[in-house]
């Protein structure tokens, strides 16, 4: 069973700074990696998905990486802003999605 | 192109009532599955329906059960509902079929609040 896990659970950082999201993955014959967002109380939002033939994929300030051989992925934020504050999942697809426990960041003003 | 979308937003019930959640997926998407997050347990996968058919379940008790209309629409029902079922109920959708190229979109969620 495919176990994904998030570090750290909580991050806090002042604006403007860069920052690094990790998801590591247990079964490393995976095809797709999806990165979310969750604002407090609502639904998930799609930021990327990452295939495992492309290593890396860009959105914006966002760029995801993806190393199979190792079961890991992160999500770099550049400048980050206030407005970037959620809960970040990154999920693995199978016979069902795994979710990872999540990061919530607080990007202070 | 509209996204998922979900009614109602938010439900209040009583413990022992039965509840019915809608979810309407991306047009031409046909694989819908439902999903409960709380504090505590975090997002926990409850069942996926693709072409009319439950195609995988989640460890969850008979009391959920769900289907899926030709449409693709989905509802998920809970009978006797009991305080530990209050959550964040959401659905996701994806183009086929769950499986490990998969790629879902979530709609906005229903808060349900058992009393």
């Known amino acids: 069973k495919q176990e994904v896990t998030q570090i750290p659970a909580a991050l806090s950082v002042p604006e403007g700074e860069n920052l690094v999201l990790n998801c590591s993955f247990t079964?490393?014959?995976?095809?797709?990696l999806q990165w979310f967002r969750q604002d407090p109380g609502k639904g998930l939002t799609s930021l990327l998905l990452?295939?495992?033939?492309?290593r890396e994929q860009t959105s914006g300030r966002l760029n995801a990486s993806l190393d199979k051989s190792s079961g890991r992925s992160t999500l770099y934020i550049a400048a980050s802003q206030p407005g970037d504050s959620a809960t970040y999942l990154c999920?693995?697809?199978?016979?069902?999605?795994?979710f990872g426990t999540g990061t919530s960041l607080t990007v202070i003003p | 192109k509209a996204g998922v979308t979900q009614t109602p937003r938010y439900l209040i019930k009583t413990r022992g009532q039965q509840v019915t959640l809608s979810c309407s997926p991306i047009?031409?998407?046909?694989?819908v599955s439902w999903y409960q997050q709380t504090p505590g347990q975090g997002l926990q996968f409850l069942f996926e329906?693709?072409?009319?058919?439950?195609?995988n379940k989640g460890n969850f008790p008979g009391r959920f059960s769900g289907r899926q209309f030709s449409n693709s629409r989905s509802e998920m029902n809970v009978s006797t509902l009991e305080l530990g079922d209050s959550a964040l109920y959401l659905c996701?959708?994806?183009?086929?079929?769950?499986?490990?190229?998969?790629?879902?979109?979530f709609g906005p969620g229903t808060r349900l609040t058992v009393l």
């Open positions: 996701a959708s994806s183009l086929g079929a769950m499986g490990p190229y998969n790629e879902q979109f």
């Open positions: 999920a693995v697809p199978g016979n069902q999605f795994y």
């Open positions: 990452i295939q495992s033939s492309q």
């Open positions: 047009s031409g998407h046909r694989s």
């Open positions: 329906y693709f072409s009319e058919t439950q195609r």
């Open positions: 079964d490393s014959a995976i095809y797709n």
